[in-house]
C-alpha cells in the first residue's frame, strides 16, 4: 500500500477501536501509526489490539508501528467526606499530607513532593485549570492557599504546578510494569509523559536498551525550559498539548507549537502534534472548520504526524476520523504554498558527511525529475537525515532491520520497506532499490532514482554514499 501523502496520522485504540474489522478500516482508512493508551486498559486488552496490528501488518506487507504511551506521575487530590464542595474565590484553603478526608475548608493531597517544590506565591491548578489556588504559606507538610479562581472541588481531581520544576521521575511504578510489558510484546515507540527535564530520557533509555526508540511528550513549562536538550535526548517529540494548554495561557500554546515543531525539524527529529485535533468527531461524523484549520496548520508547519485521541479510540466515529485527518494532509500537501512554506522554513544541514549526502539528495530532487529518493540503512539514520530535508518526492526507505522499518513509518514522507535480501556490492544495491522503486509504484521504468546509503555495508551511522540510477 503506498499513501501518497507525507505527513503521517497517528491513531489510537480503544473501547470503539478493538476488533479487528475496525483496526484495519482504520488502517485502510489512513493510519500509518497505532498508539495504545496505558492510561486506560488493561495488559491484556493491549496484548489483543497489538496482535491485530501485527496481523494487517503481515496481510498488508507493509511495517506499522505501535506507540506505547505511559501514563506518567497523575498529581490528584486526596478524597472529600462531604462529596464535592463550592470555593469561592477569596477564600482560605488548605493542601495537607493528612489523609483524613476533606471538606469546605480542607483537602488532601498525597504528594510530599509538591510540598518540598512550593513558596509563597506559586499557583496551584486543579482540575484542568477551572480552579486556581496561590500559595500563601507552606511548609514540607501543608499549604496554605487563597482561591484565585472559584469553583466546585470534588475528589481525585487533577493538580498542575505550572511554575514548578517538581522533583519526581517521569516513570512511576506503574509505568515500570507498563514498560516492561510493552517491550515483551515487542512496541516500537515508547511515549515518556510529563517530561520535564532530559534526565527524564535519559532514564527511560536506560531502561529500553534500544529495544524501542523513545519518544517525549512535552506537556510541562519546564520542558520548554529544556527544550534543545529535551530534543537532543529523545528519538521523537510529541506537542501534546492538553496539559500543556493547562500550564500555560491558551494563547501561548500556538506559538510554543510552532516552536517545537521548528526545532524538531532543524535537529531532524520526528515531531507529533496531539491533542483535541478533531476532538468534535467524537460525536460527530464531521469536524469544525476550526479543527480541520487546526490539522492543516500542523502539516503546513512540517509536522512528521497528527493525531487522533478519543476521537479514534472512544469516539462514535473513529474511521471517519481518520479518514477526515488523511484528506485535510492531502489537501494541505497539493497547495504549491505548503512546498514554498517548507522551503522557507528549513534549517541548514549540520557540517557533517551524512547532511551534504541528504542535502545532495535534496538538492538532485530539485535540480532533475528524480522520481523518488531510496535510503539503504540499517538503523535509520540515513533515512531520517533524508526526511529532514523534506524533498519534494518521497522517501523510500530500505531495510533488513524489522523494528527500524517500523519505527520509520511514524516519519514524514518515508515509506517504509523490510527488505531480507543481503546487499553484496554497490551495483547490487543499486539493482535492489530500483527494482524495489519499481515495485512499490514510485518509479517506472527508465526513471530517475536518488539512491543514499552508508558504506561499508551494515555499519550504523556510516551515511557517505550518493547514486544517481535509473529504474
Not at 293 to 322: C, F, H, I, K, T
Request: glycine share 8%; aromatic share 4%; proline share 7%.
Amino acid at each position: 500500500m503506498n499513501r501518497q501523502r507525507k505527513a503521517k496520522v497517528v491513531a489510537t485504540l480503544g473501547p470503539s477501536s478493538s476488533d479487528p474489522v475496525t483496526i484495519r478500516a482504520l488502517f485502510d482508512a489512513g493510519a500509518d501509526v497505532f498508539r495504545l493508551n496505558f492510561s486506560h486498559g488493561t495488559h491484556a486488552q493491549h496484548r489483543e489490539r497489538l496482535d491485530i496490528i501485527r496481523q494487517i501488518e503481515r496481510e498488508t506487507q507493509r511495517p506499522i508501528a505501535v506507540l506505547l504511551d505511559l501514563q506518567g506521575p497523575k498529581l490528584r487530590i486526596g478524597a472529600l467526606s462531604t462529596g464535592p464542595v463550592p470555593l469561592a474565590a477569596g477564600s482560605a484553603f488548605r493542601l495537607d499530607l493528612n489523609p483524613t478526608p476533606g471538606d469546605g475548608q480542607r483537602a488532601p493531597l498525597p504528594h510530599p513532593e509538591i510540598f518540598a517544590a512550593l513558596k509563597p506565591g506559586t499557583e496551584l491548578l486543579i482540575d484542568d485549570g477551572k480552579l486556581r489556588l496561590r500559595v500563601q504559606d507552606c511548609g514540607p507538610d501543608f499549604a496554605e492557599t487563597l482561591v484565585v479562581v472559584g469553583g466546585t472541588l470534588s475528589d481525585r481531581k487533577g493538580v498542575n504546578v505550572p511554575s514548578v520544576l517538581l522533583p519526581i521521575s517521569a516513570m512511576t511504578p506503574k509505568d515500570h510494569a507498563d514498560l516492561t510489558f510493552g517491550l515483551s510484546l515487542g512496541v516500537d515507540w515508547v511515549a515518556l509523559s510529563f517530561v520535564q527535564r532530559p534526565e527524564d530520557l535519559h532514564q527511560a533509555k536506560a531502561i529500553v536498551q534500544g529495544r524501542a526508540a523513545v519518544l517525549a511528550k512535552l506537556e510541562k513549562p519546564a520542558a520548554i525550559d529544556s527544550l534543545d536538550a529535551i530534543i537532543e535526548a529523545a528519538d521523537a517529540i510529541m506537542v501534546a498539548r492538553g496539559d500543556l494548554g493547562v500550564e500555560m495561557p491558551a494563547e501561548q500554546v500556538p506559538r510554543i507549537q510552532k516552536r517545537i515543531v521548528r526545532a524538531c525539524r532543524a535537529a531532524g527529529k520526528p515531531v507529533v502534534v496531539a491533542t483535541q485535533m478533531l476532538e468534535s468527531m467524537i460525536t460527530s461524523p464531521i469536524p469544525t472548520r476550526a479543527e480541520a484549520s487546526d490539522v492543516a496548520n500542523a502539516v503546513y508547519d512540517g509536522a512528521d504526524a497528527v493525531m487522533l485521541s478519543a476521537e479514534s479510540a472512544s469516539g462514535q466515529y473513529p474511521r471517519q476520523a481518520v479518514t477526515v485527518m488523511d484528506r485535510i494532509i492531502t489537501e494541505v500537501e497539493s497547495d504549491p504554498s505548503y512546498r514554498s512554506g517548507l522551503d522557507a522554513t528549513h534549517a541548514p544541514p549540520r557540517a557533517a558527511i551524512a547532511d551534504a549526502i541528504c542535502l545532495g539528495l535534496r538538492q538532485s530532487a530539485s535540480l532533475l525529475p528524480v522520481a523518488a529518493m531510496v535510503t539503504y540503512s540499517r538503523s535509520g539514520t540515513t533515512t531520517l537525515r533524508a526526511a529532514r530535508e523534506r524533498p519534494v518526492v518521497p522517501v523510500l526507505s530500505m531495510t533488513p532491520e524489522l523494528g527500524t522499518a517500523r519505527r520509520l513509518a511514524l516519519v514524514w514522507g518515508v515509506h517504509s520497506v523490510h527488505t531480507e535480501a543481503t546487499v553484496a556490492d554497490v551495483p547490487d544495491m543499486v539493482a535492489q532499490a530500483c527494482a524495489m522503486a519499481r515495485r512499490e509504484g514510485f518509479a517506472r521504468e527508465g526513471d530517475i532514482v536518488a539512491i543514499a546509503s552508508g558504506m561499508p555495508f551494515g555499519v550504523a551511522g556510516t551515511t557517505n554514499f550518493l547514486h544517481l540510477s535509473r529504474a
